[in-house]
């Protein structure tokens, strides 16, 4: 895991690029690679390349980036890892390629050398790379399959610029600095902004699975190498069987994972998908596993401490474990503002920072994760919200002519500001934008992480951004629809029969999951210098997984029913059993407690307000109906609140901690507690 950067100047001018310039931007992300430095530029200086270095194979300086192939015509700065490099080795070395280390990374530029841009289908693993072809003047920018490594780009000038990070582009110079508006009305909506763009202005990002390349001519072209969607095929296998390949395909997926020349370990949650990672891991070594977990000092509702610590005995591994508070989330905030780049607005970032930060402590440099199980085989009670109301209502409701439906809509609304809203299931705040979904025709689900929905966006949003908005799409009104329609169209062009599942599942696939919880555990996990690996998203398990019916994952009102099955035998009963808590933190509660004046100085004293974007008087309303207890809304604030704070400290340059009151909460400091070997 490490961190890349490069330029190509391919009609800029007078090319510009200098080691210095390169090595500038490369050592904002000194956290991705601490452990060595590398920097190429061509004697033309039109093409500079820089690395930073986590190792993790192979750690001597063989290793080092940016390495280039035998006759110097080729160069590459690689992030990640590739688990079948061994295997691909061989082959290599038959057709007389000439390796110089046991890298990963050696083995893609002889893989672009021997089969061009179809070398991408040969790697098994999770990357973002940036490679330099000399003999075609083409620079290739790849990231991985489902979207774990982040790759941004910025193109003007004559000039396209990469990294890993966004802070790094903005070391360039030539980089300026702005919120892109229509991002900011995705954000709102989804808590993670959609690819390819970002909440920076001129700034974007590779969608997952996708390759750019560009060429001397400043050609750009973006092409999609692998998509998870399933040929539209009968599904020939039983539940034993299904059960069966994916407990197989799981245990392998652990077991590559595994490959590292230094100490690794698994966060564990005690739940269903980090047990079932502990117990195959236990299987495979001769020594306990690592296993670490974070818990909160005076909120223990949302603690799964006690869990974790049961499966912790249960397989003997060696246990770690962080307990942290308010203080430690302000603490925390100028690194979180810092190291995300983009706000991403989800409260676990915080725990997750500790827990990693844990993790390095005891020396261990990589961890196990148990992110997209839950998409993949229907784990969220959401889903199972949605389907029920699919199946009953909404597949019947969308099919009446549109008058009628607006009818319904107008009825609808009747009841839910006439009082109805008290018999509704408890946070179904967006009722009144489900029925304006009836109405125009919309999806039912756009995405299982959703903040603020059109109705409510038309209240925090000001009409001059608004206006503008809709100015800029040719008169038609903003919607955060038109994002999941792109993806739909896409998947639907390939698989008409798919279902309502299949349609969530794909969704959460391309944005909540690869946009927002692998961008959680990508840039948290770094910002300690922790490599966090994900079995359940090995492309083999994805494509096996999006050809299950969907009958198989939620079965008799059972979410994650062949998961389950799979595991059953694997994992203990009283794992498989328990109610799904989900990984969490207290932040309504810190909100009305002692937090509550450092967000709201936060978010109205932010320099975002003087640019006339939002309706303060409608957040204020929301912040005084948390506060009365009537309405839950600290994710509607918690989004604001990183969202200003990513402002001042990106587009004005003030940093959280400098523009933030001091809060005085009580002086402990989050608890460490370790207990070596066995437990």
Known sequence: ????????EYGAGEPGITPGLVAAMRDTMTHRGPDDAGVYVTPDRTVGLGHRRLSIVDLSAAGRNP?????????????????????????LIEKGYRYRSRTDTESVIYLYEEYGLDFVHQLDGFFSLGLWDEGRRTLV???????????YYCVGGGRLIFASEVKAILAHPAVSRDIDEEALYHYLTFLATPAPSTLFAGINKLPPGCMLTCNAQGDISITRYWDAIAPSAPFEMNEEECAEEIRRLLSESVKKRMMSDVPFGVFLSGGIDSTAIVSMMSGMLDT??????????DDPQYNELEYA???AKEYGTEHHEVIIGQQELLDSLPDLIFHQDEPTADPVCVPLLYVSDLARQ????????????????????????????????????????????????????GFYYGGGRRFLPKGRKMMPDLLRRIAQGEELFWSGAFVFDEINKNKLLSPVVIDRLRRADHGRAPTSHSIVRADLERLLAERPDADQLHRMIYLDLKLRLAELLLMRVDKITMATSVEARVPFLDHKLVEFAMSIPSSLKYKDGQTKYILKRALAGQIPDRVLKRKKKGFGAPISEWMLDRLGG?????????????RELLDYNFIRQILNDHRSRRVNNSFFLWSLLNLSLWYDQWIENRSAADSSPAVELAPEAATVAEVPGRI
């Open 288 to 297: 306990p596993v690592r296993t670490f977990t974070v818990g909160f000092r």
């Open 67 to 91: 390495m280039r192939n035998e006759d110097g015509r080729i160069w590459i700065t690689f992030n990640g890892e590739i688990y079948n490099h061994e295997s691909l080795r061989q082959p």
């Open 362 to 413: 005891t020396g261990t440099k990589v961890v196990q994760v148990g992110e997209g199980s839950d998409e993949l085989f229907c784990g969220y009670d959401d889903y199972k919200f949605y389907l029920e109301l699919h199946n009953r209502v909404w597949r019947h409701l969308v099919r009446l002519p549109r008058p009628i439906r607006r009818m319904i809509e107008l009825a609808g609304l």
């Open 309 to 311: 610590r049961d499966v």
């Open 141 to 151: 920018l790849v990231r991985d399959r489902i979207g774990k490594k982040p790759l």
């Open 1 to 8: 895991m490490c961190g890349i950067c490069g330029i190509y």
């Open 598 to 610: 450092f967000l709201e100085h936060s978010i109205f004293a932010s320099s975002l307000r003087q």
